[in-house]
């Protein structure tokens, strides 16, 4: 079997890992597993995030192991690939993950039974983008005055008036 260090100084040169991330996804054998078997074909660092972010903070929650999760590699996995390709937003993500927990459900359909999918209609962001304007025509003005800073509260206007399910990459550009 592989030794630890070995482990560790794979994950780092094979994922591109920080060290400190690699000795604690290989603290624990299960826990090495689950973590190759969700960076498999994926980005390794946002699962690396995942795991050592809201999938650790849930199981320390609840006293659970990795093995007991109710969260398959698969599924966090699907998780990661929603965000990637641009089908949830990082927000909406952490609402679907916690009701994955909740339920063990695949994140694909609990974001299409809820509707969760983020909005990335040019069209219909630029609405609700010309709707946010023409409410806000003071702050337009104190805008084209020099206020630049404004521009991230009509953005979370927007984002406000959608939701949360605009794109905000797209209501930013």
Known sequence: PELPDEKKDRFVSQYGLSAYDAGILIGDKDTAAFFEQVALGRDAKISANWILGEFFAALNRDGVSVKESPISA?????????????????????EVFEIMYETGSDPAEIVQDRGLQQLSDSGVIESIIDSVLSEQAEKVSEYYKGKEKLLGFFVGQ????????????????
Do not use: F, H, Q
């Open 158 to 173: 927007v984002m406000k008036k959608s939701e949360g399910k605009a794109n905000p990459k797209m209501v930013n550009e």
């Open 74 to 94: 698969e599924y966090l996995g699907g998780l990661i690939d929603l965000i990637v390709d641009g089908t949830i937003s990082g927000r909406i993500a952490k």
